[in-house]
């Protein structure tokens, strides 16, 4: 049987063999242009990181107010090290790439942040926080910052040759970090503790007003805590299963599941557009065209465009939905009210029995 396996290799092998004479590639040549492809695509990631960070810091910093439950302080600006966890068989490149060290390199700084104003610059090399090196106490970089409860550090960065103290005032912000993933998938979503931005969607969006108004759908998921309530209708679909297999003797406990976990789930997409164009909005952007978005994924997702919609509303009414809150909030912008979502009317009489300050 053996002999026999090696005969069929041997076949397979000389019966499927080229009929051209295609050229010859050394392997040093073809590691070479390996590294190059490399750096591309470093160099795109790192460009669509850019414009994320830039466009999600305002929305973080200035919808605090809503996110009072969950609340970080942000300076604006984005670092590497050599100490970070890059993708496999990429870290070399990244180091030299961007020359990093142990210490953290600032790559980006948001314009207006405290950061900038302060002078930070990219390609600083973070020396020292608070004169401590950064990496004091086996503790990362990045936990150093996370312990900031919003007083100022002095930063020790080198530039040029020469060490500059900075002293920075972060800005607080929702504690809901914006991250990029790297897919070709267009598409956006939140475990409830961060935002995730695929690189296929970032790439989709046209401009920054529509990436915002993605990001401010997200966030809006977060600070509505419709995460925590769509884990809760699951819990209670599946108890009304349980009950419904101890009577029946069928078990209903997974439909029940299923049923409370799409529970409102239109309801909850459509409240999280609206609630997100507030929240884009309020950051400075302008949604009264972002609503395109829908027009186009119809183009490429027909689908999407029946009215009944599925877990998500359709194309077409979430673009109506979106033009009238832009409608809405211009309006408001021109009698100067302030950007807060409107309530349902059964809550807003019950706000008026409180005098607490007017949160959604």
Not at 46 to 71: D, E, G, H, W
Not at 202 to 229: P, T, W, Y
Not at 237 to 249: E, H, K, N, P, S
Not at 329 to 338: A, M, N, S, V, Y
Request: hydrophobic share 40%.
């Amino acid at each position: 049987s053996f002999l026999i396996l090696i005969i069929l290799s041997s076949l397979i092998f000389f019966s499927c063999a080229p009929s051209t004479r295609y050229p010859k590639i050394s392997d040093q040549l073809a590691k070479e242009e390996a590294e190059r492809q490399k750096k591309i695509a470093i160099k795109e990631m790192m460009k669509l990181q850019k414009r994320l960070y830039r466009v999600s810091f305002p929305i973080l910093t200035q919808n605090a107010y809503f996110c009072s439950k969950n609340k970080t302080y942000l300076f604006g600006f984005f670092h590497i090290s050599a100490r970070d966890k890059f993708p496999k068989g990429f870290k070399d490149t990244y180091i030299s790439l961007y020359e990093l060290e142990d210490h953290p390199k600032v790559i980006f700084v948001v314009p207006g942040s405290p950061a900038q104003k302060a002078g930070m610059m990219p390609g600083d090399v973070i020396m020292l926080l608070n004169n401590k090196a950064p990496y004091s106490d086996f503790k990362s970089f990045r936990e150093l910052l996370k312990e900031n409860k919003g007083n100022p550090y002095t930063f020790t960065v080198k530039r040029g040759g020469k060490l500059i103290d900075l002293k920075i005032s972060p800005m607080c912000a929702c504690n809901y970090p914006v991250m990029l993933i790297q897919s070709d998938s267009v598409n956006a979503f939140t475990d409830g503790k961060r935002v995730y931005i695929s690189s296929g969607l970032m790439r989709f969006l046209q401009s920054d007003n529509e990436l915002a108004l993605v990001i401010g759908h997200e966030l809006a998921h977060c600070v509505m805590n419709h995460i925590s309530k769509q884990m809760g209708n699951t819990l209670i679909g599946g108890i009304l299963g349980a009950l419904a297999t101890v009577l029946t003797g069928v078990d209903m406990t997974r439909v029940g599941m299923e049923a409370g976990r799409f529970a409102f789930s239109q309801e909850f997409e459509a409240e999280a557009d609206y609630v997100g164009c507030y929240l884009a909005a309020r950051a400075g952007y302008d949604v009264s065209d972002a609503a395109d978005i829908w027009r186009r994924i119809a183009v490429f997702h027909p689908e999407a465009i029946n009215l009944k919609g599925s877990t998500h509303p359709s194309t077409a009414k979430r673009f109506i939905a979106i033009k009238k809150a832009a409608e809405e909030i211009k309006e408001k912008q021109r009698l100067g009210k302030p950007l807060i979502p409107e309530k349902r009317v059964s809550e807003e009489k019950e706000a008026q029995k409180d005098d607490s300050e007017d949160k959604f």
